[in-house]
């Protein structure tokens, strides 16, 4: 597929940004404001960055083994990996079971009081019931090379297991790991392991899309923080939930990782978008710390996969992604007209018999 930068308009009239009052009128196209990542600059990365340049790129994305390997139509794929969100933060030691089960105990911060009982449990136990109840399905896990002390766990429970070369820098290359998963023919649905019992819902949305005729759905978002919360503000939104998302058809997701984080670092894909004179900061543009694998969704992997066809699910409630989600939606079905959007509820609400196993622990994005 050859993917260049296309022209078409959306007029829309809304409040000014920043709160001063008054009406602004934008000609808008989604390439105005929001950067993308077209085959040019791909060809770009192969031609002139060096040797070394590549092979510090692939070494992310490296695969160093194999466990439990099956021949599946339908993949779920996940990334484990234990690392600060940002580089900034102090570095984590070299992990155990102990330390991630309470690593406040032993003297170190992270993200959760127990890492083991936020992102690790709930795998082996959603994995064990989704192997009695969906056998034609495998849960992937692409394991930090630092946690391969989870192989033997993970393998009993019934995952296929990628061990990667790598441990991750930060949030990333590792939450990018399974988006790897998209190279390979068939129907991939991405999973957050912390919402590995929910995720029989998303499963669902990719066979229906995949029976429907399409190749991908996905759920936008704004960024849940003061910064990504100001609408005026596109930086703060999101295509693609990175652990809401599904596709029936392949990617050359490692080469468009490598020529992304390249472009990025080069300062050829920048990190801010621009509204009338206000030049504002994208949530999660900096490699790699926390939020730039959903970066790298907005800019490299949406424009794709609109025209390939795409299902937009939409939480009844978001009202909150007013004309951003309007451009979003404009761009999908001008690129594929036979694209759709579905307005949803909230799953552990309204089905919430059909959930993969019963846990109070458990919450649900909404």
């Known amino acids: 597929m050859i993917f260049s930068l296309n022209s078409f308009f959306l007029e829309i009239t809304f409040g000014a940004c920043g709160g001063g009052g008054g009406v602004n009128t934008f000609l808008m196209s989604w390439s105005d404001f929001f950067p993308l990542m077209d085959d040019d600059m791909v060809a770009l990365y192969q031609r002139d960055s060096s040797p070394q340049e590549k ?55 992270s993200r959760f009081k127990n890492p083991w009982s936020h992102y690790v449990a709930p795998v082996f136990e959603a994995v064990r019931h989704l192997s009695k109840i969906r056998p034609d399905l495998v849960y992937r896990v692409y394991l930090a090379n630092d946690l391969s002390f989870l192989i033997p766990e993970l393998v009993e429970a019934g995952c296929e297991v990628y061990l990667m070369e790598s441990s991750s820098v930060a949030h990333n290359p590792g939450a990018m790991w399974r988006f790897l998963a998209m190279e390979e023919d068939g129907l991939v649905t991405m999973s957050d392991s912390d919402r590995a019992a929910e995720m029989i819902h998303d499963i669902e949305r990719t066979e229906l899309v995949a029976e429907g005729g399409l190749c991908f759905w996905r759920c936008p978002y704004f960024w849940d923080t003061a910064e990504g919360m100001d609408l005026g503000n596109p930086g703060g939104y999101h295509t693609t939930a990175a652990g809401l998302m599904g596709t029936a058809r392949p990617l050359p997701i490692r080469l468009l990782c490598e020529a992304f984080i390249w472009g990025r670092l080069r300062g050829l894909i920048p990190g801010h978008v621009k509204v009338g004179t206000r030049t504002v900061p994208i949530v999660g543009a900096i490699w790699p710390d926390f939020g730039f694998d959903e970066f790298f969704l907005n800019a490299a992997i949406y424009p794709r996969a609109a025209f390939e066809g795409m299902l937009t699910f939409v939480h009844w409630k978001a009202a909150h992604l007013n004309h951003w989600l309007a451009l979003d939606i404009e761009y999908v079905t001008w690129a594929n007209p036979k694209s759709e959007i579905m307005f949803w509820g909230d799953p552990e609400k309204d089905s919430g018999s059909e959930r993969l196993f019963s846990s109070a622990n458990h919450g649900i994005a909404n």
């Open 55 to 109: 092979l510090e790129l692939q070494k992310h994305f490296a695969i160093q083994e194999i466990h439990n390997q099956r021949k599946v139509d339908h993949v779920v794929a996940t990334s484990l990996f234990w690392k600060p969100a940002n580089v900034g933060e102090s570095p984590y030691p070299v992990p155990t079971r102990e330390l991630m089960q309470n690593p406040e105990g032993l003297g170190l911060a």
